[in-house]
Nanobody
Framework: QVQLVESGGGLVQAGGSLRLSCAASGSIFSINVMGWYRQAPGKQRELVAHITTAGTINCADSVKGRFTISRDNAKNTVYLQMNSLKPEDTGVYYC?????????WGQGTQVTVTS
């Protein structure tokens, strides 16, 4: 069993910043992938960014240069620093953890960017 607890969402004006955190606990293998998806109202869930325990990063083109993903392996925690936020970044952000192809999800945290 894996539990993911997210924090850091909120309401911010366009151009502002937020930092999301996701802490994993439970049965966690040392080699895994952690990251973030988001889902805007009426749209499909989409990848924002993810990072392996080795530090390999995959990031959506829409957030490159604005968002930075990082992780602390000792704390089983992944972070998403979001700068220069745009209204189109609004949505529910979900943390995920993949271990040998098995995915666990967090409960989601709302990010709202006003213009």
């Amino acid at each position: 069993q894996v539990q993911l607890v997210e924090s850091g969402g909120g309401l911010v004006q366009a151009g502002g910043s937020l930092r999301l955190s996701c802490a994993a606990s439970g049965s966690i293998f040392s080699i895994n992938v952690m990251g973030w998806y988001r889902q805007a109202p009426g749209k499909q869930r989409e990848l924002v960014a993810h990072i392996t325990t080795a530090g390999t990063i995959n990031c959506a083109d829409s957030v490159k240069g604005r968002f930075t993903i990082s992780r602390d392996n000792a704390k089983n925690t992944v972070y998403l620093q979001m700068n220069s936020l745009k209204p189109e970044d609004t949505g529910v952000y979900y943390c995920h953890l993949d271990i040998f192809g098995r995915r666990s999800w967090g409960q989601g945290t709302q990010v709202t960017v006003t213009s």
